[in-house]
């Protein structure tokens, strides 16, 4: 498993990386902190979290509690994942858009994204800023109380 750390709060409340998963086995553990975990590149992801087992599709986030123990699978092929880390309050959510050729989308003092796919560079921008042309970008929102 092989990870490159996107950001991180100066304070330390939230972390964001994008984590290869080739093999079967547990994903390193994060005490006391919560996960928000998004496949942006390859099949499906499987994860046992406390017992119960998922299966993650593409660009669609799901959240781990704290201190849970995460084993993941990857019954179809390797995956990427957008691995974001949050202390509370953090609240952190991700969406997948598709930008076109003439889009543009401003990213608040909030915001991180991550260009999955398309000609943007670099391939990580964060809020104030802006994506622009036709891409597939994962926007995180790091919301505070």
Not at 27 to 39: A, I
Not at 43 to 49: A, E, F, N, T
């Given at each position: 498993m092989a990870g490159r750390e996107l950001g991180r709060a100066d304070d330390g409340s939230w972390l964001i990386c994008l984590v290869?998963?080739?093999?079967?086995?547990?994903?390193?553990?994060?005490?006391?902190?919560?996960?928000?975990?998004?496949?942006?590149?390859?099949?499906?992801?499987?994860?046992?979290?406390?017992?119960?087992?998922?299966?993650?599709e593409p660009h669609r986030p799901f959240g781990v509690p704290a201190d849970a123990v995460v084993v993941a699978s990857v019954p179809e092929g390797p995956v990427r994942v957008l691995d974001v880390v949050v202390d509370d309050p953090v609240e952190p959510f991700v969406t997948v858009l598709e930008l076109g050729r003439s889009s543009v989308l401003p990213l608040a003092g909030d915001q991180v994204a991550h260009v999955i796919k398309g000609t943007e560079s670099p391939d990580v921008v964060t809020g104030p800023g802006e994506v622009s042309g036709r891409c597939t970008v994962a926007v995180v929102t790091l919301q505070r109380p």
């Open positions: 290869d998963i080739g093999d079967d086995g547990p994903l390193p553990s994060r005490s006391g902190v919560r996960r928000l975990l998004t496949v942006v590149d390859g099949p499906v992801l499987g994860i046992d979290v406390a017992g119960a087992t998922h299966v993650l």
